[in-house]
């Protein structure tokens, strides 16, 4: 039987939970990343079935007799939360059996959670023979955890803190037999909503190992001061009155007159009272250089620093060979290393005395010690170099034993898994008690091997960080991780001198949940077929219980990127229930003014406007490939208050403004273009919507609702083409009175039918055959389409049949990616061309979409009805192709050669579907 198991259907109405109660523990308030162990002890005289039902708030693992059995919950929106489910018999043992929830409550801003959250827990189930249950508060136990840091740094700006754990505390911790009463939770506390079954697939949680050994050896030796600069009040918002800064000092002592080079970040800097020039040599992430002129004895540093997030390190560091210490006061006895301000509303930099003897404390300042273990864990690995002695080179992963021990102070092994994973690390190592354990994580590696963290973001802090209790010891990390490169550096106690450091194993304990591919694609053309299979390969890694933007850098669920993913997901798996969920999550968010958030779950406060009406179209979508008419209505009331929303703004012609609205249209499109009166691009998507929901409203059998939204995207269309047509170009303006391309707005006119085709066709042919030397030779932003907005740029030229032009920017610009080496599809062909941005964005796949449509042909006939289709091959420009769709009622086999006119096929069907050929096509069914 499997761990995870589907709710069965007859059962999805009704909860198990009609007895237990959410609980936590007894005086313990919400905190930030709080870490608690809820744990049921039972016998059985034999090994049987059992059933373990299970919540939690924000994050849980589940482990039965200390063995790893599930991640969960998967995202969701507080008043729509899901349970999950596991048959727990393959884990239980004839007597004591212990099963233990690990639960971690954020309590912080992130890209996959709600800031409505509160901590709490609830299980049920039992035993097959009725002789336990699994209820809470029941039976069940306590441990409050402090061996996690719950000062730890978000592991990115979209990301929850990384994991920073003592594991000797852990260890001490499990092992305490006092243990705490689980008490049930007041209604003030419980902000859930009714628990339904989870309605997504569960991950295997299969184990990946990389391909290569990238590098392996010894740490260059190198002398660091740093702390790290808190500050819980942080927010982006209001940022000219918020206190952010905080300004530093330090006496540096030199054993002689010299020019030390010293490693700093962003800050100002002032040496003896001169400025300091800072140089970014470009090798190591968030890092600068400034060389520096010291007199022999005391050199007074002065600086500021801005604080850009909650947690921000002041570090600092030398050559070990320079000899240099670092004091608040010219004193060498002084074991503190900084003098600090308190937080500060604008820059300060304290300025020089005339010599040591003249110094005086700053009043209100405070003296801090160096503290390089609160240091972000991430800025310490970015600034890490392997010794020359180091082997950096790439090794099979069956050779690794060569190098798996190292003898030295601090060591590294940075490993490449090839493909992008998405999971949990699973680590194993062997090091004395107190050694530092870094993991960190990237799409991007560096010329010495070595991960290239901050390469592509500064605000991506991947690095999770532990300490050990000595000895050979494997190490899991609690959240999921992705990447395409691994490191692992082992610190041994600043005690220590050099000593055994190894690493005996790495892998990764993948979360995703489209593993099996029953789709495909070939037509013979290289980059075609390279970009369909590369395409399916970055929806896999990006996919779990719903889909995200990347499984780097955000991991959060966009509206824009769904789109896209359930179109590529219908390419290889006939199950969309993750498409369904995604969806439900948006519509689960509906605000007071009536718009959804474009990131679900989710503590960002802005809407994207154009994604709600993305979304209302991506509903239509889901409805129109698997028929699923009750979807369809559960999301009709939010389409209803979307399409009505008071936070549009129409002006006298009855067009929407983007003046003051966060428009996102595409990477590429000038930012001119996303705001403005009367804007194009925002009309014509909402025409769009109101299409779809015309149709929704057909099918769902709402008549004055088909008449309403159908006359409302006739008269914007119309107003459009009346206000905002510019006929000298043969293109419409971006909004009124501009004066830009408009290259975004004008594919949409054409993608939707509004305004005279011919002309825009001509108008933007000459733009598209520019579009990738312009995206690669300018700016971000600066009026280009990039590749998410394929999407609706592919399909646009298959409408008026210009297969040649769409085929020809898929291989140029898709060709160049290929030409990058990567297994997945980057976010921006603009980034990627600086080696730059995310490695993993499916939101780039739509190729794949328009390969399997209108090179291999197969179409469904009609929207809602998947069980119809038609084939019909549009594009000359092949001999043959063949693939396979997968369905619900079995995979749909196709396989068609070009002879001379006609088009000779043979395909294979599931009973129950029918395959109806063009005029051009002689089909063959088997």
Known sequence: MSKFLEYPAALRTASPFSQAAYCWVANFPPGRNQFVSFERRFRISTRGAATLHLFADTRYRLFINERFVAYGPGRFITTHPEFDTYALGDYLQPGENLIRVEVNYYGCPSFQTMPDGLPGFIADGGTADGQETFETPGEWLSRIHRAWSSDAPHFSFAQNPSEICDTRVLAAELS?????????????????????????????????????????????????????????????????????????????????????????????????????????????????????????????????????????????????????????????????????????????????????????????????????????????????????????????????????????????????????????????????????????????????????????????????????????????????????????????????????????????????????????????????????????????????????????????????????????????????????????????????????????????????????????QAVRDFWALTGDLAFAATQWPVIERILNSPAWKPDADNLWSATDRHIFMDWGALHSERVGPANTYLNIMRVAAHRAAAELAGVLNLPSAVLRHGREAAAVSRTLSLRLWDDKEGSFFASRGATTPAIHANVMALRHGIGPADRILAYLEPKLRANFTVGCGSAHHNGFVELYFFHYLLPALALHSRYDLAESLIEETYGFLKSLGYQTLVECFHRASQRKGSCCHSWSGSPAVYASTFILGLRQTQPGKPDAFTLDPVSSAHHSAQGVLPHTRGSIRLRWERRGDRIHARATLPPGVTLAPAAHVDLTID
């Open 176 to 616: 305490n037999e006092e243990l705490l009463p689980v008490v049930p939770l007041g209604p003030a506390s419980t902000p859930w909503g009714k628990l339904v079954p989870r309605s997504a697939p569960y991950p295997d949680y299969m184990l990946r190992r990389p391909k290569n050994l990238l590098v392996a050896g010894p740490l260059m030796q190198t002398e660091r001061w740093g702390l790290q600069l808190l500050h819980p009040a942080f927010s982006r918002k209001d940022r000219s009155t918020h206190p952010r800064y905080v300004a530093f000092i330090t006496w540096i002592h030199s054993y002689e007159e010299q020019i030390a080079t010293m490693d700093c970040f962003w800050s100002e800097l002032f040496l003896n009272g001169q400025p300091l020039e800072l140089r970014e040599p470009g090798m190591l992430g968030n890092h600068r250089e400034a060389t520096l002129s010291l007199r022999k004895g005391w050199n007074f540093l002065a600086g500021n620093v801005e604080l850009l997030t909650s947690h921000w390190p002041l570090l600092l560091g030398f050559p070990s060979c320079a000899q240099i210490s670092l004091h608040a006061k010219p004193d060498l006895s002084c074991d503190e290393a900084f003098g600090l301000s308190p937080i500060l509303t604008a820059r300060f930099v304290a300025s020089c005395p005339s010599g040591p003897g003249a110094f005086r404390a700053i009043p209100g300042w405070s003296n801090a010690r160096n503290d390089l273990l609160s240091v972000t864990p991430a800025r310490l690995v970015a600034w890490d170099q392997p010794a020359p002695s180091a082997v950096q080179r790439d090794i099979p992963i069956g050779r690794f034993a060569e190098v798996a021990s190292i003898t030295a102070r601090a060591a590294v092994w940075s490993f490449d898994f090839a493909l992008e994973y998405y999971g949990h690390a699973l680590i194993e190592v062997e090091a004395p008690a107190g050694t530092i354990l870094d993991i960190a994580y990237d799409d991007w590696r560096r010329v010495d091997g070595c991960v290239n963290l901050y390469h592509s973001n500064p605000y991506t802090d991947t690095t999770d960080r532990f300490i050990l209790r000595g000895g050979r010891q494997q190490v899991e990390v609690l959240n999921p991780r992705g990447g395409i490169f691994l490191q692992v550096i082992l610190r041994a106690p600043v005690t220590t001198g050099a000593t055994h450091l190894a690493v005996h194993n790495v892998g990764i304990r993948r979360r995703t949940t489209i593993n099996t591919l029953a789709g495909d694609f070939r037509c013979g053309h290289e980059v075609l077929d390279w970009t369909w299979r590369t395409s399916i390969q970055t929806l896999q890694a990006s996919t779990d219980e719903a889909y995200a933007d990347c499984p780097w850098r955000e991991r959060g669920s966009y509206i824009g990127d769904t789109l896209v993913n359930l179109h590529l997901h219908r390419l290889v798996s006939a199950d969309l229930s993750v498409a369904r969920r995604t969806l439900s999550l948006f519509g689960n968010t509906q605000r007071p003014d009536g718009l959804v958030m474009s990131c679900a779950p989710s503590w960002l406060d802005h809407d994207h406007g154009d994604f709600s009406l993305i979304w209302v």
